[in-house]
């Protein structure tokens, strides 16, 4: 009888075992968001960069549950989404950089969840499921790759595909640790080139050369003035810098080459009176005077709510004095209470305003 029970027993572990193997595989598989930690020593995520902790991240999809057969028509099959990306910017070493001033082509620098119709008002498309999943998958492999630019496009993506706020916010914390290092470091990327300084230059002359700002070349250097020296390197972004608006949850997102770069929490117009549509940035001011219907202002007084940046529309017919400005009244981001003007905090209007050049496009939707 010992001997029957000692065959028998390790048959029942084995079983027990693959039982749980399959289970934990299974649940794996079912992992809808993977963080950069989960990686654990992986060369992608290493170099020092925060980390998200596996029970902020952690979502499984809902099995669809089983349909009997005849009781709706097919689901229809939609095109797969493919990810705008930009061409890639090699760094050079040298004061010849191939493409200077390089914009994107027409149409691509709108959110990838918007596409452009002949109204100026974007369209929102709706994706599958399983589209999410493919992406959020291809983003993690990336990572796991050392492919941060390309995980960073990919999380991008997603986010304008989901809509659930609560992995909205997720994929929002992922996007920003990898634009920490691939725009808001000095280290060189896919998104930048390298310029070595030469004799006679000086930051204005190079961010008119590159389309970009003398603000935005210090900021991502951390430079604490704008001298520069002869043969010293600069990290420059090539891509070109958006803007959409959502009124819905008072809030703007930065754009570079279609992917997301930040977003910030505004204020809008009261009863509903900031306008919809694309408008073009035309006029850019520190410290601005404000022209109000009851006097003008300069900066500093106590009459002049404008802030510290003034990013002005170019006027079009009906559509005239609106723009994107800072605010002396701070507790009024996040309801309507301007003119019809988008306000926002004055250091976040102080970040965005190094982004943005004459021309750039900004997508306000209701």
């Known amino acids: 009888m010992k001997n029957h029970k000692i065959s028998v027993y390790p048959s029942w572990v084995l079983v027990c075992l693959a039982v749980f193997f399959y289970q934990d595989s299974q649940s794996r598989s079912n992992l809808l968001y993977a963080e950069p930690s989960s990686i654990g020593s992986e060369a992608a995520v290493r170099d020092g960069a925060e980390t998200i902790s ?202 570079i080459d279609g992917h997301f770069v930040r977003q910030y929490h505004i204020g809008t117009g009261k009863d509903n009176s900031t306008p919809e549509g694309t408008f073009v940035v035309e006029t850019k001011l520190k410290n601005p005077i404000w022209y109000s219907q009851d006097g003008v202002y300069p900066y500093g007084h106590p009459k002049n709510i404008l802030g510290t940046r003034w990013l002005g529309f170019r006027n079009e017919p009906g559509v005239v004095g609106y723009g994107i400005h800072g605010t002396t009244k701070p507790e009024t981001i996040g309801i309507e209470a301007s003119n019809g003007c988008i306000r926002m905090k004055n250091e976040d209007v102080e970040e965005l305003y190094y982004f943005v050049t004459p021309e750039t496009k900004v997508v306000i939707k209701g």
């Open 54 to 255: 596996r029970e902020d991240i952690i979502f499984k999809t809902k099995a669809p549950k089983a349909e009997k057969k005849g009781s709706r028509p097919p689901e229809k099959q939609y095109p797969r989404r493919h990810t705008i990306t930009p061409h890639d910017a090699p760094a050079t070493t040298g004061t010849v950089v191939s493409n200077p001033g390089r914009r994107p082509v027409e149409g691509k620098t709108v959110a990838h969840a918007s596409t452009r119709t002949g109204s100026s008002q974007p369209v929102v498309r709706t994706a599958k499921r399983e589209s999410l999943q493919e992406t959020i998958d291809n983003a993690y492999e990336s990572l796991l790759r050392g492919k941060k630019q390309e995980a960073r496009n990919l999380y991008s993506q997603a986010l304008f595909i989901e809509t659930s706020k609560e992995r909205r916010e997720i994929i929002k914390r992922h996007l920003d640790i990898l634009n920490k290092e691939l725009i808001f470091s000095p280290t060189p990327g896919p998104d930048s080139t390298v310029y070595k300084v030469v004799s006679g230059d000086n930051l204005t002359k190079i961010a008119k050369r590159f389309n970009t700002t003398p603000g935005l070349i210090m900021e991502i250097n951390r430079k604490k003035d704008s001298r520069i020296r002869v043969n010293e390197p600069l990290k420059i972004l090539t891509g070109q810098s958006s803007i959409v608006v959502d009124k819905s949850d008072f809030s703007l997102i930065l754009l």
